[in-house]
Each structure stands twice: as structure tokens, then as C-alpha cells.
């Protein structure tokens, strides 16, 4: 059997820029793409806090050691400049495979900059 469960988590990262008129996308710095575990046109969701707005949508890269984290094309109009927001991936994890199976959670400071990686495993607190 397959159960969905987090794979990574950049927690309140604050958007830099935003392009409208670009195909869509997130834009991130490659240093928060490798910290979470994301690659790049993977799919993400988006949880605006300033907001409430929650979307789907793939990431691709920016500049590397730039901190930024652009919202492109229909997700430009989901967030402002300065909102903090989280971003999840999921995956579908065999339950076999599950023992070693982790959880990446990167935190950042007000630059954008990782901060803290953890990793966790699936029902194992702390």
C-alpha cells in the first residue's frame, strides 16, 4: 500500500519578487531547493500566511545564494512581496518503505538563508 506524506518543508521564507507575466512557476534559490530536498519542476504546494491562500503549483531555479523566492505567471497573484510562506512537497511512500523513509524541514532566517535542516521519520515525534 502507498501513503502520502510530507517529503520536505521550507518553513516562512518571504517572497521577494513576483513576474505576472511569466509562464509560472516559483522561482527559488538553489540553496533552498537542495536544503528541502525539492528538484527542480517538482510540484509544490504554497501556504501564504498573510493570506490564506493555498495553490499548487513547480519550482524552478533562481539565482543561487540569492534568497529569492519568486512567485511567477497566476501565482503572482497570490501573494505580495514581504508575505511569509511555506512550501511542501508530498510523496507516496511504499509502506515498506517507510522505516527509512525521512521528512526534511528547513527553516530560514529574515534573509531567506537556511538556517536549521532537520530531518524527522514518520510517526516518530520529536
Known amino acids: ?17 513576483k513576474e505576472l507575466y511569466y509562464e509560472g512557476s516559483l522561482t527559488l534559490d538553489p540553496e533552498l531547493l537542495e536544503a528541502a530536498g525539492f528538484s527542480p519542476f517538482e ?7 498573510a493570506n490564506g491562500a ?3 503549483t ?5 539565482e543561487r545564494g540569492s534568497g ?12 505580495e512581496i514581504g508575505d511569509e510562506i511555506i512550501i511542501v512537497a508530498y510523496a507516496w511512500v511504499p509502506e515498506e518503505d517507510l522505516p527509512n ?3 526534511r524541514l528547513v527553516h530560514v532566517d529574515e534573509n531567506n538563508r537556511v538556517r536549521e ?4 521519520r514518520p510517526g516518530v515525534s520529536g
Open 1 to 17: 500500500m502507498l501513503r502520502r506524506f510530507l517529503k520536505g518543508k521550507i518553513h516562512r521564507v518571504r517572497v521577494t519578487g
Open 43 to 49: 510540484a509544490v504546494w504554497v501556504y501564504n500566511l
Open 54 to 56: 493555498r495553490f499548487e
Open 58 to 62: 513547480y519550482v524552478i531555479e533562481g
Open 68 to 79: 529569492e523566492v519568486v512567485l511567477n505567471g497566476a501565482a503572482a497573484r497570490q501573494g
Open 101 to 103: 523513509f525521512r521528512v
Open 117 to 120: 535542516v532537520r530531518e524527522a
